[in-house]
């Protein structure tokens, strides 16, 4: 199992797997914890991608964060990490995000350097609404998904897999990876853990009160992941980057990898995809352009 994902995550961007790590009763136990964080006025719910987030639920109740320390230092889990991020990673944001009736999505993307996340799903979504859904194999592309004229989640959807399925799976993705937001049609709300890590080379910011949430942790492995002052060095006010505990002898992790050009990328499997967007980009981009210039149009007629 562990080879065919990584196997997977290598050739196209992501992995779905349905790897039993909480019980359904724990999962429960997560998931009224967060439904109560919502209906609580006090919580700080911030709006990620235009959606309700919590963008930090560690370090507030013990019993919980051995439920969450239980998804990120399973073995099957672990093994993953170290394939792909290499085994000096840090974690960054242990979050949720709701997705809710209305929602309209969230056009292609990509998010931070050698960023590596896991999504858990809290709620049952056979459908995918709200999901993430990824352009399979584009972590080989160049970084232009917010560019094509074709981003937006209407266009863009049929060429997407969508991120649907069952409450305790996991998914794990490249954020390099050209992704998206489905839209919610349904009527149900639907959580998902959202779980971001970087590697030795990358950079990032930390969550707010970062030392405060380490001091209120009592595992010691989780600590070390999200602590600042271990495996990390301040390169801003508000930034730090991930060393590697060897420097010399660490190999590039393949998240990294991408980004510096070394990961052995075949232009045989990459040219269908090429082709695909430039056609693609060939049609998009003058109908977008005549359809915004008939809107002002529009508008100065009125």
């Not at 992995?15 to 914890?33: C, N």
Request: aromatic share 10%; net charge positive; proline share 3%.
């Amino acid at each position: 199992m562990f080879k065919d994902v990584v196997s997977n995550i290598k050739k196209y961007g992501y992995s779905r797997e349905s790897i039993k790590i909480l019980e359904q009763d724990e999962i429960g136990v997560l998931k009224r914890y967060i439904d109560n964080l919502y209906s609580n006025s006090k919580t700080d719910i911030v709006m990620n991608g235009n959606v309700p987030a919590i963008a930090n639920l560690l370090g507030n109740d013990a019993n919980i964060d051995k439920l969450l320390e239980k998804i990120i230092c399973n073995e099957s889990v672990e093994s993953i990490l170290r394939a792909i991020i290499g085994k000096d990673y840090k974690l960054w944001q242990y979050s949720v995000r709701r997705t809710v009736k209305g929602d309209h999505g969230l056009a292609l993307h990509q998010d931070s350097p050698g960023q590596f996340n896991i999504s858990y799903l809290l709620t049952d979504n056979p459908d995918g609404h709200g999901a993430t859904a990824i352009l399979p194999m584009s972590h080989k592309l160049p970084r232009w998904a917010s560019y094509m004229s074709w981003a937006g989640i209407y266009f863009c959807k049929p060429l997407l897999t969508v991120l649907s399925g069952k409450s305790g799976d996991i998914v794990f993705f490249l954020n390099r990876t050209w992704h998206a937001r489905i839209y919610n049609k349904s009527v149900e709300a639907h959580d998902v853990l959202l779980i971001g890590f970087f590697p030795a080379g990358a950079d990032y910011p930390p969550i707010d009160n970062i030392n405060d949430v380490v001091n209120k942790l009592k595992s010691n492995k989780l600590k070390c992941l999200l602590d600042i002052n271990q495996g990390t060095k301040k390169i801003s006010s508000d930034r730090v980057k991930v060393v590697s505990k060897n420097e010399a002898s660490e190999k590039i992790n393949y998240a990294m990898s991408l980004e510096t050009n070394k990961s052995n990328q075949s232009d045989i499997i990459l040219a269908h995809l090429y082709v695909k967007i430039i056609v693609l980009e060939i049609f998009f981009f003058p109908t977008r352009k005549i359809y915004l210039f008939l809107l002002k149009i529009l508008k100065l007629l009125k």
